[in-house]
C-alpha cells in the first residue's frame, strides 16, 4: 500500500533506501522524507547500500551518481540483478545529466539534478510507487487469471501467442533495444506498439518507418533529417525520424533492406545516441527506444555480407519472433470475430457471426498471407455479404493451385510457398532416410554439404548419422 502524509503505521510506510555519500545531504534527505510519511534507510556508499538492499527489501532506492567505490551505475546494475524491477531514482549534478540518461537505459526510472527541491524528489517518489504498485498488481492479476496476457487489438488465445506477449511484458518496461522477427502479416507493428504503450516512454511519441517503402537514395534524409541545400530540392530543414521520435520509440520495419552505408549511421545512433543531418555539421543527440523488425533470416544476411554483424549483435538485444498463423490456428476464430465485428460496424451491415461451415473453411487453410490476409478475406466478406452471418460461399480464399495453368506439371500445394514447400521436402526425405543425411541428399539430388545448411536454416539438429 502507498504511503501518504497522514499515515504513521510503520506497516503502511513505503520504504526508501537512500545512498548518498555526502553527509549533510544524506542527513537531509532522511528528515525530510521522514516528515513525509515514508520509512528511510540510508548508506554513504554502495557497499553499505547493497547489505540494506537485501536486508530491508525497500520499495524504491534514490541513490548519487557518483558513489565513493562502487559507482552509482554499478550500483545501480547490482539493484537490479538483486530485484529488477525495484524503482531507482537517480541524483545527479548538471555535469553528469548524460550519465543519467544512460543510467535510465539500463534501468534507472527517472532522475532528479542538482540542486533539487524536495517537493521535486518526492513527486517523483510516490510517482515511480504508483507505477509499481499498479504493475505489480497487474502481474498479481494476471497470475489468478492463469498467467494469461492480454493486449488492445491483439487476439492471442494460443500458447504460442501467450508465449510472445510474456516477452513483450517481461521487456517493455526496459530501454532494452529489439528486434522482432516473423514472416510477413504476422502483426509485428502490433507487438512494436504494445512494447512502446506498455513502457516508460508511452507519453512519448511513437514514430514508423518501413524502410522498403522509401527508396534508397531518400532514406537517408527520412531518418536523420537535412538542412537547408543539402540536395535538389532542400528549400528548407526538416527534422528526420530519429529527432521526431526523441523520448519516445522509433519502430524500424524491414530492417533487413536498409542499405550498407545506412546501416553505418544506424549502428553510430544505438552506439552514441547521435548523428548528424544529411548536409549538416551540427551533432544531434536523441533519447530514442529503437524496435526493429524484419521479415529475412539476418543470419543468412549475415554470411551473404549484406547486413552488418555489429549492427545484428546491437540490434538483437532482446529477439522477438512471431510464429506465421498456420502454427497458431487456435487464434484464427478470435482474429476472424474480431475482424467481422470492426468491418460490420464500419461498413453499417448487419453481419454478427461466421457459420461453422465458414469457420471450418478457415481453419483449414494455409495462410501464407498470415493474419494480414485473414484480415482481408473477412473485410471482403463482410463488405459482399447479404445476410447476417458469413457462410463458406462468402469465404474467397486467394488459392495459389486456382491460379495455376491447367498445364503446368508442377503445382505447389494450396496455400503453401515454395519455401514452406522446400522445407517440407527435406524434413520427408530426412524421415524416410531416417536420419541418414547422405542417403537423405542422394534421394534429393544435393550435396551432404548442401543439404546440412539447409537443415541449419531450417534450424533441424544435426541427427546420427547410422552406422
Known amino acids: 500500500m502507498l504511503q501518504t502524509p497522514h499515515m504513521t503505521s510503520r506497516q503502511q510506510k513505503a520504504a526508501i533506501l537512500v545512498v548518498e555519500d555526502e553527509a549533510k545531504m544524506r542527513r537531509l534527505l532522511e528528515l525530510q522524507l521522514g516528515e513525509e510519511g515514508f520509512l528511510v534507510h540510508s548508506a554513504a556508499d554502495a557497499e553499505a547500500g547493497l547489505q540494506l538492499l537485501v536486508r530491508e527489501k525497500p520499495d524504491l532506492v534514490v541513490t548519487d551518481l557518483r558513489l565513493p567505490g562502487m559507482s552509482g551505475l554499478e550500483f545501480l546494475q547490482a539493484v537490479k540483478r538483486v530485484n529488477a524491477a525495484l524503482p531507482v531514482v537517480m541524483m545527479t549534478a548538471h555535469g553528469t545529466v548524460e550519465a543519467a540518461v544512460e543510467a535510465m537505459k539500463i534501468g534507472a526510472s527517472d532522475f532528479v539534478t542538482k540542486p533539487f527541491s524536495l517537493d521535486e524528489l518526492v513527486l517523483i517518489i510516490r510517482k515511480e510507487l504508483d507505477?509499481?504498485?499498479?504493475?505489480?498488481?497487474?502481474?498479481?492479476?494476471?497470475?489468478?487469471?492463469?498467467?494469461?496476457?492480454?493486449?488492445?487489438?491483439?487476439?492471442?488465445?494460443?500458447?504460442?501467442?501467450?508465449?510472445?506477449?510474456?516477452?513483450?511484458?517481461?521487456?517493455?518496461?526496459?530501454?532494452?533495444?529489439?528486434?522482432?522477427?516473423?514472416?510477413?502479416?504476422?502483426?509485428?507493428?502490433?507487438?512494436?506498439?504494445?512494447?512502446?504503450?506498455?513502457?516508460?516512454?508511452?507519453?512519448?511519441?511513437?514514430?514508423?518507418?518501413?524502410?522498403?517503402?522509401?527508396?534508397?537514395?531518400?532514406?537517408?534524409?527520412?531518418?536523420?533529417g537535412y538542412e537547408k541545400g543539402a540536395f535538389s530540392g532542400a528549400a528548407g530543414t526538416k527534422p528526420g525520424k530519429f529527432e521526431l521520435a526523441d523520448k519516445g520509440t522509433l519502430f524500424l520495419d524491414e530492417i533487413g533492406d536498409v542499405p550498407a552505408a545506412i546501416q553505418v549511421k544506424l549502428l553510430r545512433v544505438l552506439q552514441d545516441r547521435e548523428f548528424e543531418r544529411l548536409g549538416g555539421t551540427k551533432t544531434h543527440k536523441v533519447d530514442v527506444r529503437l524496435v526493429a523488425a524484419t521479415n529475412r533470416d539476418l543470419r543468412a544476411a549475415l554470411e551473404e555480407g549484406t547486413f552488418r554483424e555489429?549492427?545484428?549483435?546491437?540490434?538483437?538485444?532482446?529477439?522477438?519472433?512471431?510464429?506465421?498463423?498456420?502454427?497458431?490456428?487456435?487464434?484464427?476464430?478470435?482474429?476472424?470475430?474480431?475482424?467481422?465485428?470492426?468491418?460490420?460496424?464500419?461498413?453499417?451491415?448487419?453481419?454478427?457471426?461466421?457459420?461453422?461451415?465458414?469457420?471450418?473453411?478457415?481453419?483449414?487453410?494455409?495462410?501464407?498471407?498470415?493474419?494480414?490476409?485473414?484480415?482481408?478475406?473477412?473485410?471482403?466478406?463482410?463488405?459482399?455479404?447479404?445476410?447476417?452471418?458469413?457462410?463458406?460461399?462468402?469465404?474467397?480464399?486467394?488459392?495459389?493451385?486456382?491460379?495455376?495453368?491447367?498445364?503446368?506439371?508442377?503445382?505447389?500445394?494450396?496455400?503453401?510457398?515454395?519455401?514452406?514447400?522446400?522445407?517440407?521436402?527435406?524434413?520427408?526425405?530426412?524421415?524416410?532416410?531416417?536420419?541418414?543425411?547422405?542417403?537423405?541428399?542422394?534421394?534429393?539430388?544435393?550435396?551432404?554439404?548442401?543439404?546440412?545448411?539447409?537443415?541449419?536454416?531450417?534450424?533441424?539438429?544435426?541427427?546420427?548419422?547410422?552406422?
Open 310 to 467: 555489429d549492427l545484428y549483435y546491437r540490434l538483437n538485444v532482446v529477439a522477438i519472433d512471431i510464429p506465421p498463423l498456420r502454427d497458431h490456428k487456435e487464434d484464427i476464430p478470435g482474429l476472424a470475430n474480431f475482424f467481422l465485428e470492426r468491418y460490420a460496424k464500419e461498413s453499417l451491415k448487419p453481419v454478427a457471426g461466421i457459420t461453422p461451415q465458414a469457420m471450418s473453411k478457415l481453419m483449414e487453410y494455409h495462410w501464407p498471407g498470415n493474419v494480414r490476409e485473414l484480415q482481408n478475406i473477412i473485410e471482403r466478406g463482410v463488405t459482399l455479404s447479404t445476410g447476417t452471418t458469413l457462410d463458406a460461399a462468402d469465404i474467397y480464399l486467394d488459392d495459389p493451385a486456382k491460379r495455376a495453368s491447367a498445364s503446368t506439371p508442377h503445382v505447389l500445394p494450396p496455400g503453401m510457398t515454395l519455401e514452406q514447400w522446400e522445407d517440407e521436402t527435406i524434413r520427408e526425405a530426412l524421415r524416410r532416410a531416417n536420419g541418414n543425411k547422405s542417403q537423405a541428399a542422394r534421394a534429393l539430388g544435393l550435396s551432404r554439404n548442401a543439404l546440412r545448411y539447409r537443415l541449419s536454416k531450417l534450424g533441424v539438429p544435426d541427427p546420427a548419422e547410422e552406422q
Open 131 to 224: 507505477s509499481h504498485r499498479l504493475r505489480e498488481e497487474n502481474r498479481s492479476l494476471r497470475e489468478q487469471l492463469g498467467h494469461r496476457y492480454a493486449y488492445a487489438n491483439i487476439i492471442a488465445h494460443s500458447d504460442k501467442m501467450q508465449a510472445v506477449l510474456a516477452l513483450v511484458e517481461r521487456v517493455a518496461p526496459t530501454n532494452s533495444t529489439v528486434l522482432i522477427g516473423g514472416e510477413s502479416g504476422v502483426g509485428k507493428d502490433l507487438i512494436a506498439r504494445a512494447i512502446h504503450e506498455h513502457s516508460q516512454r508511452a507519453s512519448g511519441p511513437f514514430i514508423k518507418i518501413n524502410s522498403t517503402a522509401i527508396p534508397e537514395n531518400l532514406l537517408e534524409s527520412e531518418l536523420f
